[in-house]
């Protein structure tokens, strides 16, 4: 009657042996996978979400900029076209010489 406790005592140690084994093996194979999944990712050059998001927000700011640089240089070219319609409606001087604008670099140096 001792030989059968002994019986199920071994084959309870040897189930929890291969439990053991197989637990280990499990774990081993987990930290293969995953490194063989982050070379993969390495190599396919991706970036990570955060670094993403940084480059997107800078061009969404360069698109803002540049926007309001197109913007500007708009009313700039407006501006410069009624400034030259006006000056070509002006009726020129009593003597024939057309009087000249003075750029605002000139005025400053101008003759008094």
Same mark, same amino acid.
């Given at each position: 009657?001792?030989?059968?406790? *002994?019986?199920?005592?071994?084959?309870?140690?040897?189930?929890?042996?291969? =439990?053991?084994?197989?637990?280990? =093996?499990?774990?081993?194979?987990?930290?293969? !996978?995953?490194?063989? !999944?982050? +070379?993969?990712?390495?190599? =396919?050059?991706?970036?990570?979400?955060?670094?993403?998001?940084? !480059? &997107?927000?800078?061009?969404? *700011?360069?698109?803002?900029?540049?926007?309001?640089?197109?913007? *500007?240089?708009?009313?700039? +070219?407006? &501006?410069?076209?009624?400034? /030259?319609?006006? /000056?070509?409606?002006?009726?020129?001087?009593?003597?024939? /010489?057309? /009087?000249?604008? =003075?750029?605002?670099?000139?005025?400053?140096?101008?003759?008094?």
């Amino acid at each position: 009657m001792t030989e059968r406790p *002994r019986f199920f005592d071994d084959l309870a140690g040897l189930a929890g042996g291969a =439990l053991s084994a197989a637990s280990g =093996l499990r774990d081993e194979m987990s930290a293969m !996978v995953r490194t063989r !999944v982050e +070379e993969a990712i390495r190599r =396919l050059d991706l970036v990570r979400r955060d670094e993403f998001d940084a !480059v &997107m927000e800078l061009a969404s *700011r360069a698109r803002a900029e540049a926007d309001a640089l197109a913007a *500007r240089v708009a009313r700039l +070219e407006e &501006m410069a076209h009624r400034s /030259e319609a006006a /000056e070509t409606s002006v009726p020129s001087p009593a003597d024939g /010489e057309a /009087e000249q604008a =003075l750029t605002p670099d000139q005025e400053g140096s101008a003759p008094d």
